[in-house]
């Protein structure tokens, strides 16, 4: 069993930054796949980045070159850097660790609002 928490989350203007963390616990670290997800209202879930235990990194179009993933090992953590936050970042921010593609766990996800 895995644990996951995120964290980092609340409100930010425009052009703003934010980072959110993932603590996963209760499995090698290292052997996880880790991924940021988000769901707007009314929209269905996405992936946003994910870092995979060799430390490949993908984003989504929107966010690339905005937002940047990395892991601390040592930490247990996986970040999510958010720069340049636009209204449509606005979501909850879910993390996904996965020890295989069928057996993956989930946080109860951190609000980011992007707002004037």
């Known amino acids: 069993q895995v644990q996951v928490v995120e964290s980092g989350g609340g409100l930010v203007q425009p052009g703003g930054s934010l980072r959110l963390s993932c603590v996963a616990s209760?499995?090698?670290?290292?052997?996880?796949?880790m991924a940021w997800y988000r769901q707007a209202p009314g929209k269905q879930r996405e992936r946003v980045a994910s870092?995979?235990?060799?430390?490949?990194?993908t984003y989504i179009a929107p966010v690339k070159d905005r937002f940047t993933i990395s892991r601390d090992n040592a930490k247990n953590t996986v970040y999510l850097q958010m720069n340049s936050l636009k209204f449509e970042d606005t979501a909850v921010y879910y993390c996904?660790?996965?020890?295989?593609?069928?057996?993956?766990?989930w946080g109860q996800g951190t609000q980011v609002t992007v707002s004037s």
């Open positions: 996904k660790a996965a020890i295989t593609p069928t057996n993956v766990y």
């Open positions: 209760g499995s090698d670290f290292t052997m996880l796949d």
């Open positions: 870092i995979g235990t060799s430390g490949y990194k």
